[in-house]
Every structure is written in C-alpha cells, then in structure tokens.
Nanobody
Framework: QLQLVESGGGMVQAGSSLRLSCAASGRAFSSYTMGWFRQAPGKEREFVGVIAWSGGATYFADSVKGRFTISRDNAKNTVYLQMYNLRLEDTAVYYC????????WGQGTQVTVSS
C-alpha cells in the first residue's frame, strides 16, 4: 500500500506562488489517479484537484480553477500541486491521496496566505 508524504508548504503573501509535492512510497503509484485536498481551520476537508494516472488529464475545483495546476512524475513517484495567485482563502493544510480516496491520510503540509 502506498504511503504519502506532503511537503512544500509555507507562509506566503497573497498573490504569491507555491509548489507542493507529494512523495509516494510503495509500488504501483503510476496506476493511481491522484488527488489534492485541503482542510481549512474549522472546515471539512475539501477536494482541490485530481490528475489521471498518466498525467494526461486534470480536473479542479471551481475555487482554484485557473490558478492551480497538477502534474506528476511517475518515475519519481511524486505528484505536484503548483499554486499561483494565492488568496487568503487558500490557507489550509494540503493533503494528497488517491482519487477516490483509498489511503490513510498523511500529515499534510500547511499553507498560510497572508495579506
């Protein structure tokens, strides 16, 4: 079973960019559709975006569409979330998982956007 480790979070100003990484350990990473999710303080975890196993197709929540992109490197067992033009409301802990979710959640990586 895959284990996931997210990284790349930090504190940035509104309008900045940030790239998150999700490194997977285990076999068969390349066969999974992978998703990014986030959980803001006091809110439920929500879907951010997803990338097909081949990397050929992506889909995003309306709240991030046009500002976030997802890519993956199957040779490195890693999926990335590139975030542009960050907003205050993007502040959250970001997680990756398979889509649909099948794995135990990792520790996530905190993204804090300030004005």
């Amino acid at each position: 079973q895959l284990q996931l480790v997210e990284s790349g979070g930090g504190m940035v100003q509104a309008g900045s960019s940030l790239r998150l990484s999700c490194a997977a350990s285990g076999r068969a990473f390349s066969s999974y559709t992978m998703g990014w999710f986030r959980q803001a303080p006091g809110k439920e975890r929500e879907f951010v975006g997803v990338i097909a196993w081949s990397g050929g197709a992506t889909y995003f929540a309306d709240s991030v569409k046009g500002r976030f992109t997802i890519s993956r490197d199957n040779a490195k067992n890693t999926v990335y979330l590139q975030m542009y033009n960050l907003r205050l409301e993007d502040t959250a802990v970001y997680y990756c998982n398979t889509a649909p979710v099948t794995l135990q959640w990792g520790q996530g990586t905190q993204v804090t956007v300030s004005s």
